[in-house]
């Protein structure tokens, strides 16, 4: 059968009595929302402070965060450490995590090949995005390339034209009713999410395809200094 007839998504796994990160993070190892789990290692959530000031938002988990369990510890991984430390992003504010949470790839030999997630796999996702931003209270929301691009802000969305530019979040979010409200507690009581900014730019991983890698990263340098200011003022 084909994926985009086999994917009911993740909404049917996430617990409705989950308050914490950590809960959704346990729940999220047993999903079955697409058939990505079939041939991934494990289930990728996302990772850090519950309170951070920024979170991070990626496309998936590449080759070594399948088989770490953790969200960008590869290569692309070690170049947003750097990027964020070179911005002044304080990196205990930070909370990263990404629009599909289980590695897609093509077999080549005894080498796992990176392949984009498609629509099916982004929508079928979603619903832990959404659940993740229930329990988190940024300031300033970062989209790292298409893939996330397309799961918070639509299909339409070009990163290559409005990277850099600060936006209205969750207002500029394709569906904000989604991200509009936030639980206050296990009693089902919610109030209005604070209003945040939004900022795309590239992954990190299109600095290490670039011809010219410096001026690639110069510029994700650049737009990530774009959200420092912001948390400064």
């Known amino acids: 059968m084909a994926e985009t007839e086999s994917a009911p998504g993740a909404q049917e796994f996430i617990p409705p009595q989950a308050d914490t990160i950590d809960q959704l993070r346990a729940a999220a190892a047993g999903c079955r ?30 080759d070594m965060e399948d088989k770490q369990g953790l969200p960008f510890v590869g290569p ?18 930070v909370y ?16 796992r090949i990176h392949q984009s997630p498609d629509r099916v796999h982004i929508t079928a996702c979603r619903p832990w995005l959404v659940a993740e931003f229930a329990r988190l209270r940024p300031e300033i929301v970062v989209v790292l390339g298409a893939t996330a691009a397309k799961a918070l802000l639509g299909p339409t969305f070009r990163v290559t034209k ?9 207002a500029a979010a394709q569906h904000p009713e989604d991200f509009a409200q936030v639980p206050v507690d296990s009693a089902g009581k919610v109030a209005d999410a604070p209003e945040a900014r939004l900022l795309a730019t590239i992954h990190p991983s299109a600095v290490l395809r670039a011809d010219n890698q410096e001026v690639a990263y110069e510029g994700l340098v650049k737009d990530l200094k774009v959200a420092a200011r912001a948390l400064a003022r």
């Not at 990263?96 to 080498?111: C, D, M, P, Q, S």
């Not at 409005?162 to 969750?170: C, F, H, K, N, S």
């Open 76 to 93: 692309a991984g070690r170049v947003l450490r750097r990027a964020v430390d070179d911005a002044k992003i304080d990196a205990s504010r």
């Open 162 to 170: 409005q990277r850099g530019e600060l936006m209205p979040w969750p």
């Open 96 to 111: 990263i995590t990404n629009a599909v949470k289980h590695f897609r790839f093509e077999l080549r030999g005894k080498r």
């Open 33 to 62: 929302g697409c058939q990505l789990y079939r041939d991934a290692t494990q289930t990728v959530f996302g990772r850090g402070d519950e309170s951070a000031q920024v979170v991070f938002v990626g496309e998936q988990p590449g």
